[in-house]
């Protein structure tokens, strides 16, 4: 899975001249996301936040923006391929804690994606907001501006710069909003994400399981001195 930071977070294509919006319209699901590969090789891109946008200009010239956030496993926590549980509806749930390496990086990653499909040759850009617990917020600007072009990319909250103050052993919900805005400044469609991470049941459920072995194995032992 590709984990560089992705050309410091920009995509910058040629911008054309500026056509002012006339008409908006958006549309929101959850699931499959067909195309997104985030970047990277084996990343699930299901299920997917999706808003789909049209923007009808002045002009008429119609501009079309597909935007995607999801959450997935970095390396194998779990299984590349498996995506975290969800509630259908845009937020999932995710294991607090680091990779063995480096300390810092969370062991889940957010990934977006634009798909940018401009007819008229007006300027859009693109801004990525995210708030996390204890206050800490960040504002990415993608700087995508016109033309039809793709970008995306798979993310670690721990890469620096991404969310100062970070601390991937924190519980809590950190929000994502990847935001479109025109020419003027003017918010075109925002795509929206929550991510909660949790204690790792997993390893709360191996030592539980171990604790439970161990009584039971006491028990057994006390029982058979006790007969003996």
Not at 143 to 154: L, Y
């Amino acid at each position: 899975m590709k984990t560089k930071l992705f050309s410091a977070l920009t995509i910058t294509l040629i911008s054309a001249s500026a056509a002012f919006a006339d008409s908006i319209t958006s549309t929101n699901g959850f699931g499959p996301l067909a195309g997104a590969t985030f970047s990277g090789t084996g990343i699930p891109n299901n299920p997917v936040a999706i808003t789909q946008i049209t923007d009808t200009t002045s002009s008429g010239s119609i501009d079309n923006i597909t935007l995607g956030l999801s959450a997935t496993s970095r390396f194998p926590n779990p299984p590349v391929g498996t995506a975290y549980p969800n509630n259908g509806a845009g937020t999932f749930y995710v294991p607090a804690g680091s990779e063995a390496s480096p300390v810092g990086d969370a062991a889940w990653n957010y990934d977006f994606y634009i798909n940018l499909v401009d007819t008229s040759g007006a300027t859009y850009l693109f801004d990525l907001v995210i708030n996390g617990p204890n206050s800490l917020s960040n504002t990415i600007t993608l700087n995508k501006t016109s033309t039809t072009g793709i970008g995306q990319d798979s993310e670690n909250l721990g890469f620096t710069g991404v969310l100062p103050g970070f601390n991937p052993n924190t519980i809590g919900q950190y929000t994502f909003e990847l935001e479109v805005f025109n020419s003027n400044g003017g918010s075109v469609g925002t795509d929206t994400l929550t991510v909660n991470t949790v204690p790792d049941t997993t390893s709360t459920a191996l030592l539980l399981g171990l604790g439970l072995g161990s009584l039971a194995l006491v028990g057994f032992a006390k029982k058979c001195l006790q007969t003996a």
